[in-house]
């Protein structure tokens, strides 16, 4: 079983910076991948970005230059740094792990960008 923990969230202004935790816990392989995933309001869920070891991260279209994602496998953590926000990245930002066996979701952490 595997368990994410979401962290980091928040209220940002437009072209404000903000940087997701997501830490794991329990049976972690370290060829997995991990990423982001976001759900506005009345939409679906979305792929962000995703990582995985030894490899550089992939990136949709609508946040590659501004999102960097990175991973620490000595603490099972993954990062989102974000940044030069707008209004259109206000979301539900959900940690994802896959490792071909398993897929795993966090809880969710939510973005909201905004004047």
């Known amino acids: 079983q595997v368990k994410l923990v979401e962290s980091g969230g928040g209220l940002v202004q437009p072209g404000g910076s903000l940087r997701l935790s997501c830490e794991a816990s329990?049976?972690?392989?370290?060829?997995?991948?991990m990423g982001w995933y976001r759900q506005a309001p009345g939409k679906l869920r979305d792929f962000v970005a995703s990582?995985?070891?030894?490899?550089?991260?992939w990136y949709a279209d609508s946040v590659k230059g501004r999102f960097t994602i990175s991973r620490d496998n000595a603490r099972n953590t993954v990062y989102l740094q974000m940044n030069s926000l707008t209004p259109e990245d206000t979301a539900v930002y959900y940690c994802?792990?896959?490792?071909?066996?398993?897929?795993?979701w966090g809880q969710g952490t939510q973005v909201t960008v905004s004047s």
């Open positions: 990582i995985s070891s030894g490899t550089g991260g």
């Open positions: 329990g049976e972690i392989f370290t060829n997995a991948r």
């Open positions: 994802n792990y896959q490792d071909g066996l398993r897929t795993a």
